[in-house]
Each structure stands twice: as C-alpha cells, then as structure tokens.
C-alpha cells in the first residue's frame, strides 16, 4: 500500500504564498504525479501534473500563478504565488490515473 502524506498548507492571506510537500512511502521518480485539491461542497480536481519526464500541465485557473516540481525519488511539491481565496480547498497528490489511495491531504486557507 502506498502512503502519500501531504504537508505545508495554513492559512495565507490573498496575494501570498505557500509552499506544499508530498512524501511518498515509495519511489515516485518515474510516476506521473499530480495535485489536485477539494474546496468544500465541491468535487476534487487535478489542478496541475508533471510527467516522468518532467513535462507540467495546470488547471488554467492557476497558470502562472502555482508550479508542481519535484527534486527527488520520494517528493512532490506545489509552489503557490498570488493566492486567491478561491484556491481555499484541502490539497492531495497522487499518481495520475492511479489506484492508489489519497492521503490526508493539506488544508489551505486564503482570506481576502
């Protein structure tokens, strides 16, 4: 069973930055890996994913403005600039189109 556990998430006001951690209990360097975030009364979506090979694709709400990365085997990261209280959701990585289960996830909260 893979273990994702997200970190990072708080409480920012609009217009700041946060920077979220996915650590996974297996090497994750050559998995397509994404974000994807749940604000409430809402369905999850994939917010944004990077490939095996390093390739980036975001929600077009949050182009320009978040970057997913990754630096090692086991991270995945999400950097986000210029928050907007509509980013406020709780926040999950995972494999894309994967079976694996979701972690705990993140809360973000941006106040206006």
């Known amino acids: 069973q893979v273990r994702l556990v997200e970190s990072g998430g708080g409480l920012a006001q609009a217009g700041g930055s946060l920077r979220l951690s996915c650590t996974a209990s297996v090497n994750i360097f050559r998995v397509n890996m994404g974000w994807y975030r749940q604000a409430s009364g809402k369905q999850r979506e994939l917010v944004a994913s990077?490939?095996?090979?390093?390739?980036t694709n975001y929600l077009d709400s949050v182009k320009g403005r978040f970057t997913i990365s990754r630096d090692d085997a086991f991270a995945v990261y999400l950097q986000m600039n210029s928050l907007k209280p509509e980013d406020t959701a709780v926040y999950y990585c995972?494999?894309?189109?994967?079976?694996w289960g979701w972690g705990q996830g993140t809360q973000v909260t941006v106040s206006s």
């Open positions: 995972n494999a894309i189109s994967s079976s």
């Open positions: 990077i490939t095996r090979d390093g390739r």
